[in-house]
T-cell receptor
Framework: ETGVTQTPRHLVMGMTNKKSLKCEQH?????MYWYKQSAKKPLELMFV???????ENNSVPSRFSPECPNSSHLFLHLHTLQPEDSALYLC??????????????FGPGTRLTVT | AQSVAQPEDQVNVAEGNPLTVKCTYS??????LFWYVQYPNRGLQFLLK??????LVKGSYGFEAEFNKSQTSFHLKKPSALVSDSALYFC????????????FGTGTRLLVSP
């Protein structure tokens, strides 16, 4: 396994629910990411955190709210989602220094279904 | 803006035959190129990367990739395919201006038949 865990692995929620996705990395990395993977589409980068600070928000709707309390944990809080938000949500981490040469390590993902 | 293209949705190959999964890229600076594999119900696993140096990069599970600057390509190859190689393969690129922004292709499904 890659050292990045995600819970839950599957989630079904109604459009009015509030839920959270959790990611934990055991690799000592200093950067964490949320991606959305939908069928027939490229992976979409949603958020980037460096040293717990959010450095990128890729025009993600406000119904997705990330939280990074420390460099090992990352959350994605969900509320009032739409059916089109159903997808596989992937967390990743990497060790970022001064150059973009470091690969990202991915968790297994949370399969989200919005009903 | 940087981008990658994977022109084949699916590649079919018989076990024991060589395989190639194609990727072309477009970046404004020097490219940093990656290949990932995704097995069913799993996250993406890193296979290999090209940063600089030798154009032939060797990676995990016997895979290799050839960087070709003139053709802006980074094709993934393996001399002898295994049924267990059947999975979804993603090419990705970062450039020097796109700090931490890893752009993925749409993926190519590899199906290796016994």
């Amino acid at each position: 396994e890659t050292g990045v865990t995600q819970t839950p692995r599957h989630l079904v929620m109604g459009m009015t629910n509030k839920k959270s996705l959790k990611c934990e990395q055991h690799l000592g990395h200093n950067a964490m990411y949320w991606y959305k993977q939908s069928a027939k589409k490229p992976l979409e980068l949603m958020f980037v955190y460096n040293f717990k600070e959010q450095t990128e928000n890729n025009s993600v709707p406000s119904r997705f709210s990330p939280e990074c309390p420390n460099s090992s944990h990352l959350f994605l809080h969900l509320h009032t989602l739409q059916p089109e938000d159903s997808a596989l949500y992937l967390c990743a981490s990497s060790q970022e220094f001064e150059g973009p040469t470091y690969e990202q390590y991915f968790g297994p993902g949370t399969r989200l279904t919005v009903t | 803006a940087q981008s990658v293209a994977q022109p084949e949705d699916q590649v079919n190959v018989a076990e024991g035959n060589p395989l190639t999964v194609k990727c072309t890229y477009s970046v404004s600076g020097n490219p940093y190129l990656f290949w990932y594999v995704q097995y069913p119900n799993r996250g993406l696993q890193f296979l290999l990367k090209y940063i600089t140096g030798d154009n032939l990069v060797k990676g995990s599970y016997g895979f290799e990739a050839e960087f070709n600057k003139s053709q802006t390509s980074f094709h993934l190859k393996k001399p002898s395919a295994l049924v267990s190689d059947s999975a979804l393969y993603f090419c990705a690129v970062r450039d020097q201006t796109g700090f931490q922004k890893l752009v993925f292709g749409t993926g190519t499904r590899l199906l290796v038949s016994p």
